[in-house]
Antibody, heavy 122, light 107 residues
């Protein structure tokens, strides 16, 4: 059964760059049927899609975050990564990685990683 | 962006009750809507996709309906395991957006 696991620092200073990696296991990130996405959830709030990447490195982002977001993929390690620059306290959230269908009619998220809390604080 | 609004924000109900959660989109998403269940400290879990298609392993007491801008998630007979927060998500157009969530509480 496909599993995803986020990893990275839990504390980032304001104005610095948040970096997270998602490792895919029991499956291949090079599967042509899927994109791989990042979603975040501020404490006690709703979900916000950040962006998604295909194994060919095709990416698309939420326009609200696009200027600060980089998503990359390493097919040799079955990993994809998120970088969010110039963070502020508003970027404090649980960050999830998830698989997303590549066909437009299948763009729900399933499964999800367990999530990792990133706090932005000095 | 398509704005998704769920109602109610909080719902108190008892085991055995039939409950319905509504999700409204600011513009048509056709039928490209999913529902997720989230328990405290856990990741969201896919329940329903394409408005009414039940994800494998999800109990049949869950059902979804709707089209265009108005959708519903119904739980026919609440079980103790169902008390959680539920989110809708549109994937008709990007950026993909979620509702703010409906917290289902025990009465």
């Amino acid at each position: 059964q496909l599993q995803l696991q986020e990893s990275g620092p839990g504390l980032v200073k304001p104005s610095e760059t948040l970096s997270l990696t998602c490792t895919v296991s029991s499956g291949s990130i090079s599967n042509s049927g899927y994109y791989w996405g990042w979603i975040r959830q501020p404490p006690g709030k709703g979900l916000e899609w950040i962006g998604s990447i295909y194994y060919t490195e095709n990416t698309y982002f939420n326009p609200s975050l696009k200027s600060r977001v980089t998503i990359s993929v390493d097919t040799s390690k079955d990993q994809f990564s998120l970088r969010l620059s110039s963070v502020t306290a508003a970027d404090t959230a649980v960050y999830y990685c998830a698989r997303q269908g590549s066909v437009a009619s299948r763009r729900w998220f399933d499964p999800w990683g367990q999530g990792t809390l990133v706090t932005v604080s000095s | 962006d398509i704005h998704m609004t769920q109602s109610p924000s909080t719902l108190s109900a008892s085991v055995g009750d039939r409950v319905t959660i509504t999700c409204r989109a600011s513009q048509s998403v056709v039928g490209w809507l999913a529902w997720y269940q989230q328990k405290p400290g856990k990741a969201p879990k896919l329940l329903i996709y394409r408005t009414s298609s039940l994800e494998s392993g999800v109990p049949s007491r869950f059902s979804g309906s709707g089209s265009g801008t108005e959708f519903t998630l119904t739980i026919s007979s609440l079980q103790p395991d169902d008390f959680a927060t539920y989110f809708c998500q549109q994937y008709n157009s990007y950026p993909y957006t979620f509702g703010q969530g409906t917290k289902l509480e025990i009465k």
